[in-house]
């Protein structure tokens, strides 16, 4: 199946717009990386939820490789500013054991 990776950036609404365009430029090219699947970026619908980057990999050495790589320090680099976040985030890592999809 699939690792799944759920990154929760608690982004600040003033800065959400910057949040978000970071991700339509952003320098790396995540989809480049072998073993990449998919990722989305999902706004929140209720106020003071995260934001949650979802990716998606063949498997756990595939996300490790990316994260050891030139892309990610690419698209990691030049952060937005402290205050652009409401709180902490929180990195979770997931096995996909049971999927359904539709044709």
């Not at 063949?58 to 030049?78: I, L, T, Y």
């Amino acid at each position: 199946m699939y690792y799944v990776v759920a990154n929760r950036v608690p982004v600040a609404a003033d800065w959400e717009e910057q949040f978000e365009e970071r991700f339509r430029n952003r320098a790396g090219q995540v989809e480049q990386q072998p073993g990449f699947v998919s990722m989305e970026i999902l706004k929140p619908r209720s106020e003071g939820a995260p934001w949650v980057v979802l990716t998606r990999w063949e498997d756990e050495a595939a996300f490790r490789n990316w994260v050891g790589s030139e892309d990610f320090k690419a698209a990691h680099r030049n952060p937005l500013p402290k205050e652009a976040f409401s709180g902490e985030g929180g990195l979770e890592q997931h096995e996909v054991v049971i999927a359904a999809y539709r044709d």
